[in-house]
């Protein structure tokens, strides 16, 4: 593909429910980063995939915060639970390897808890 | 560890004078250094990287950047802004750790060009 997609671009769900966020990265990038971006926080780390394993998951706030990846490929950040505080944009990037510098970032998914 | 600090939040400047966004880094290894720009509701969009080669790194759109190691600063800068500029800028280090890439963010400052 371009670029890396995100889905839905805007969620805006109940207190307490489950939201499952998808990330599909640019084709052949094994490398993948979730990222929250709040108002006011600035961009923060949450999850590290290469390939379908999860190097580093220090950035997840909560054990309500969950990760996949299949086929080295799709992506999808799982929320339960939702809390007003979990509000946010979530940016999801991939890069060609582990080493390579340079991130492409999709566009982000609005999530709105009410 | 390293870390970010972007000493504006806030920039204003008027249409045609010149633009400076500043960054400070620390790291205990070399780093990347990166500027990224985010207009509204828009994804984040490389500028340009200093990635251990020319410390004057030529970005998109005119920006530029310098590397000075002394300074442990990474200043984004354009001789002449443009009303399209206006958008919120973030610099980013990024250090090999345990075989990939450990990205830091800024804070991030808000552009605003006046016409």
């Known amino acids: 593909g371009a670029g890396v997609s995100q889905s839905p671009s805007n969620k805006v769900t109940e207190k307490g429910k489950d939201v499952e966020l998808r990330c599909d990265p640019i084709?052949?990038?094994?490398?993948l980063y979730w990222y929250r971006q709040s108002l006011g926080q600035g961009l923060e780390f949450l999850i590290y995939?290469?390939?379908?394993?999860?190097?580093?998951k220090s950035g997840l706030p909560s054990d309500r915060f969950s990760a996949e990846r299949t086929g080295g490929s799709v992506s999808t950040l799982t929320i339960q639970r939702t809390q007003q505080e979990d509000s946010a944009v979530y940016l999801c990037a991939s890069s060609l390897s582990p080493t390579d510098n340079e991130q492409f970032f999709g566009p982000g998914t609005r999530l709105t808890v009410l | 560890a390293q870390s970010v600090t972007q000493l504006d939040s806030h920039v204003s400047v008027s249409e045609g004078t010149p633009v400076l966004l500043r960054c400070n880094y620390s790291?205990?290894?070399?780093?990347?250094l990166f500027w990224y720009v985010q207009h509204p509701n828009k994804g984040l969009q490389l500028l340009l990287k200093?990635?251990?080669?020319?410390?004057l790194v030529k970005g998109i759109n005119g920006f530029e950047a310098e590397f000075k190691k002394s300074e442990t600063s990474f200043h984004l800068t354009k001789p002449s802004a443009h009303m399209s500029d206006a958008a919120e800028y973030f610099c980013v280090v990024t250090i090999n750790s345990g075989g990939y890439q450990k990205v830091t963010f800024g804070t991030g400052t808000k552009l605003q060009v006046i016409p």
């Open positions: 084709s052949g990038h094994t490398a």
């Open positions: 200093y990635t251990s080669a020319a410390t």
């Open positions: 995939f290469q390939g379908n394993s999860a190097p580093d």
């Open positions: 790291s205990s290894y070399s780093p990347s």
